[in-house]
């Protein structure tokens, strides 16, 4: 039977505030460097060690508050977050409860921290382990100026957030791409920071290998993955991507399909073509690749500032022509 608050968290239109995962993939399915890899045993190891130390050990009958084990997923996009989060809830036995704060979100004034609250207790019936996709955009710093009523709500959803992390007895995942946007206060609640980087060669060797299925993806000979390692530095992310171009390009090649091979040049293609798309999503309106933040936004004010004032400049051009055709209408108006 649902759980009612999995259906309260259904949004009217169908779409989910939550997704229920019954977790497949392992940490077989993801290539990750040595250090990420030990931080997250280690992560493991709490987990399974919890009832130990809590209950047998008598220490939650020390700490009524932050029972639970709350970690921090933080990396580039691409480098494996949301699949380790699903590898974590298979080695536990658990389900992943994936949030979509976009759906949890509510134009409604206080409707949001009611949602985050219900989450959490979604999340406790279930036994699951509650992992929310892009975390920054719910526990963002909160604000001091508190006048308009969007950033009093964000202020209370924090808050709440902050609380139901407080007596949560269970696993809690947040992953984001922007850790310094957390609210300080989460740094104290959160037991673990793992730290997500780019794979080196060997890894991205790897990612290579695991993209493709080892007896039915049908490669030409000359495919050489460690040379693609070793010319594109790209995440695990961006490799899936080009392998999913690569036999695109492959399948649409005219021939039978039994004759059919995924060649090095597919591959180098697609890792181009994915690479220069990943530099177009990366323009942006402030200015050249390689300027500082705040040289950017300098660069667009003054950007704005210019075209203001031609703007103006012309407005007032055109105001001025009118007031001459004016005065000269009422000059001749008054001459006859």
């Known amino acids: ?82 699949i380790c989060a699903e590898a974590i809830a298979h080695a536990l036995g658990m389900k992943l409860l994936l949030v979509n704060y976009a759906e949890v979100e509510s134009m409604w004034v206080g409707e949001t921290p009611k949602n985050v609250a219900a989450l959490f207790r979604a999340a406790a019936e ?14 963002a710093r909160r604000t001091a100026g508190v006048g308009q009523p969007n950033a009093r709500e964000a202020n209370t959803t924090v808050s709440v957030l902050l609380r139901e992390l407080e007596g949560f007895n269970g696993v809690v995942i947040f992953a984001t791409n922007l850790a310094a946007n957390f609210d300080p206060a ?13 794979p080196g060669v060997d890894e991205r060797e790897r990612i290579w290998h695991v993209q493709l299925h080892p007896a039915k993806t049908p490669l030409a000979d000359d495919v050489d993955f460690r040379a693609l ?20 390009a492959a399948a649409a090649e005219p021939g039978p399909d039994a004759a059919k091979r995924i060649h090095q040049r597919h591959f180098e293609t ?67």
């Open 1 to 82: 039977m649902p759980s009612p608050l999995l259906s309260l968290l259904t949004g009217r239109s169908g779409r989910r505030a939550v997704e229920t995962i019954t977790p497949e993939r392992t940490f077989a399915d993801v290539i990750l460097p040595p250090a990420t890899l030990r931080t997250l045993d280690h992560a493991l190891v709490q987990v399974r060690s919890h009832a130990l130390i809590f209950g047998r050990w008598g220490l939650a009958e020390r700490h009524a508050t932050g029972l639970g084990l709350a970690f921090n997923f933080a990396g580039p996009p691409g480098t494996g977050k949301t």
């Open 126 to 139: 279930q036994r699951a382990v509650l992992f929310f996709d892009e975390a920054d955009a719910i526990a």
């Open 186 to 198: 989460f740094e104290r609640r959160i037991r673990t920071h793992v730290l997500f980087e780019m």
């Open 229 to 248: 390692a070793e010319r594109f530095a790209v995440s695990g992310g961006d490799i899936k991507n080009a392998v999913l171009k690569a036999a695109a």
């Open 270 to 336: 697609a890792m181009e073509e994915v690479v220069a798309a990943r530099a177009v999503m990366q323009q942006t309106i402030y200015g050249a690749e390689g300027a500082s933040r705040d040289e950017r936004i300098i660069e667009a004010l003054q950007a704005a500032e210019a075209r203001w004032r031609a703007t103006a400049l012309v407005a007032m051009a055109l105001g001025g022509a009118a007031l001459l055709v004016a005065v000269g209408a009422i000059v001749t108006a008054f001459l006859r």
